[in-house]
Nanobody
């Protein structure tokens, strides 16, 4: 079973950028459909992006153009590049994975494996 570890969160001013990493072990990222989610206290976990193993992506509308994803297969790591950060982007960010053979969508229950999360705080 693949394991995921996020890193790269922190405190940034509005308009700044951060790059989050999701490092995988015990499996190869390219064998999985991946997702990034975020959650603030008291609210449901919401999807940021779905990244299918075949390369297609599906983004949350409000994040298109500001956030991008990439993979470094040699490092077995996926990255979430966040630009033009806003205070409303403050959340704990999670990466998640499910086997590439499974259908996957925007619901957290579509994913089998989760990282521990990394806090992103955007100050105004």
């Amino acid at each position: 079973q693949v394991q995921l570890v996020e890193s790269g969160g922190g405190l940034v001013q509005a308009g700044g950028s951060l790059r989050l990493s999701c490092a995988a072990s015990g499996g190869t990222l390219s064998d999985y459909n991946m997702g990034w989610f975020r959650q603030v206290p008291g609210k449901d976990r919401e999807f940021v992006v779905i990244a299918w193993s075949v390369g297609e992506e599906y983004w949350r509308d409000s994040l298109k153009g500001r956030f991008t994803i990439s993979r470094d297969n040699a490092k077995n790591t996926m990255f979430l590049e966040m630009n033009g950060l806003k205070p409303e982007d403050t959340a704990v960010y999670y990466c998640a994975a499910t086997d590439a053979a499974r259908r996957v969508g925007i619901r957290p229950r579509d994913y089998d494996v989760w990282g521990q999360g990394t806090q992103v705080t955007v100050s105004s």
